[in-house]
């Protein structure tokens, strides 16, 4: 009989387990995004979204305390403004709404990490991610708006500024803005990879950024394609970015595990309202059981090699590990 082994005898009891679990995904690894909106007083439910509101900059104030307790280092904020343009001049506005929130929320906490989401569809009737030209979005034209749109998050105290409009040349443009403008200590978190993913549907409703007509295949990226991702990512890593990011997390694990192994940079991965949604529906429905599935999820994105998870878990997901362990 042919000796075989017995793989089952470091499975035998939970301790066991533990000791030879190969990934681990802590707080240290989850940024947690949010929404901010301007003239809300308190906040409002996202339908789509069970869990995750719109705020207020009051409540945003209570949000970070929240956060900064439960030991979360990071927020990612994105603005839904009151006004849109086709200059989308409330994205760059020093009154702004992503600008308020980040004083807002360094007033509460300094030692939060503020990233903010640098583009332009929220702010513009089109909801495009550029300026749009004869039914076009043109690209060179768009980097001007979103320098001086990073370039203000940065004056306003942000310690990231996050690109996810996925223009070309966006991250030379934004580095050299920040540093003219003296904020060579700010660093820049690229959306390097951004899929034209299905998966976003529930953020188009908490952000108001749907597009008007056509949609955004002509600069984010076709899921099919793997290799443009390394491409994407090492020109922006040579334009500059501080740490990439790709987007969606679940269905493009395989890109993530793809770059962790070319590159050397701090790497992200955007566990997306779509894939969100769909864990809280189901566990409404009592098909799954959403704690364990979304500690799944988070050492999924870990295993893939993300050092950092955006996630609209993040709460909950601290919450249970703190249960778990005893620790309140």
């Known amino acids: 009989m042919t000796e075989f082994r017995r793989h089952r005898r470091l499975r035998a009891s939970a301790n066991l387990r533990r000791m030879v679990r190969e990934t681990r995904w802590s707080v240290d690894d989850l940024v947690y995004p949010l929404f901010v909106q301007e003239g809300l007083q308190g906040r409002e439910p996202v339908a789509a979204m069970p869990g995750v509101d719109h705020l207020g900059l009051d409540e ?187 987007k969606p997390a679940l269905a493009y694990l395989d890109i993530t595990r793809s770059l962790r192994a070319e590159l050397n940079v701090p790497l992200a991965t955007y566990n997306v309202s779509g894939e969100y949604s769909m864990v809280k529906a189901a566990a409404r429905q009592g098909w799954i059981h959403e704690q364990t599935v979304v500690d799944e999820l988070l050492t999924s994105f870990k295993r893939a090699g993300a050092d950092m998870v955006i996630t609209y878990h993040a709460k909950d997901a601290v919450r249970w590990r703190r249960e778990e362990f005893g620790q309140g």
């Open 60 to 246: 945003l104030r209570r949000e970070v305390l929240e956060v900064s307790e439960l030991g979360i280092p990071a927020i990612l904020l994105f603005g839904v403004p009151l006004h849109k343009d086709e200059c989308s001049s409330s994205a760059y506005a020093e009154e702004g709404i992503v600008q308020q929130a980040v004083r807002a929320a360094k007033q509460e906490n300094p030692e939060l990490v503020v990233i903010t989401d640098v583009c332009l569809c929220q702010y513009n009737p089109a909801g495009h991610c550029g300026v749009v030209r004869g039914g076009r979005v043109v690209n060179d034209e768009s980097l001007e708006l979103l320098v001086k749109t990073a370039v203000s998050h940065a004056q306003a105290g942000a310690d990231v500024v996050a690109p996810s409009d996925m223009m070309d040349g966006r991250v030379a443009a934004i580095r050299a803005g920040l540093d003219a403008a003296g904020l060579t200590d700010v660093a820049i978190m690229s959306y390097a990879v951004k899929y034209a993913s299905a998966f976003y549907g529930p953020f188009r409703e908490a952000a108001h950024s749907a597009p008007a007509f056509g949609d955004r295949k002509t600069y984010q990226m076709d899921p099919a394609n793997a290799r443009e991702a390394l491409r994407e990512a090492w020109s922006d890593v040579a334009e500059g970015a501080d740490a990439v990011m790709v």
